[in-house]
Nanobody
């Protein structure tokens, strides 16, 4: 059974940093596209970042470029999202998701991912 478990969320002041983790079991993340999504209150879930399994390419939504970094530790079977210079508009529940098709380029669309974690809440506020 494939499981993803996110951690690392919390309350942080604007300008601060957090590192989210997504630990996987039942699947080798290196083979599959992995994405981070977020959902703010009253808004649709949006793709924040993803990392491809085919060529390691990365995607970032424009609003986080230069501030967020996605990475993968194959030895720990874990994907990270380093979030710096956080803004109040980064507030939301962050989910990691995997597309269980090997060696694909990642895309930031909810419908493409079939295994999801439970989410971790990020609040950026004074």
């Amino acid at each position: 059974q494939v499981q993803l478990v996110e951690s690392g969320g919390g309350l942080v002041q604007p300008g601060g940093s957090l590192r989210l983790s997504c630990a996987a079991s039942g699947i080798t993340l290196d083979y599959y596209p992995i994405a981070w999504f977020r959902q703010a209150p009253g808004k649709e879930r949006e793709g924040v970042s993803c990392i491809s399994s085919s060529d390691g390419s990365r995607y970032y939504v424009d609003s986080v470029k230069g501030r967020f970094t996605i990475s993968r530790d194959n030895a720990k079977n874990t994907v990270y999202l380093q979030m710096n210079s956080l803004k109040p508009e980064d507030t939301g529940v962050y989910y990691c998701a995997v597309q269980t098709v090997v060696f694909r380029r990642c895309v930031p669309f909810v419908s493409e991912y079939d295994v999801w974690g439970q989410g971790t809440e990020v609040t950026v506020s004074t």
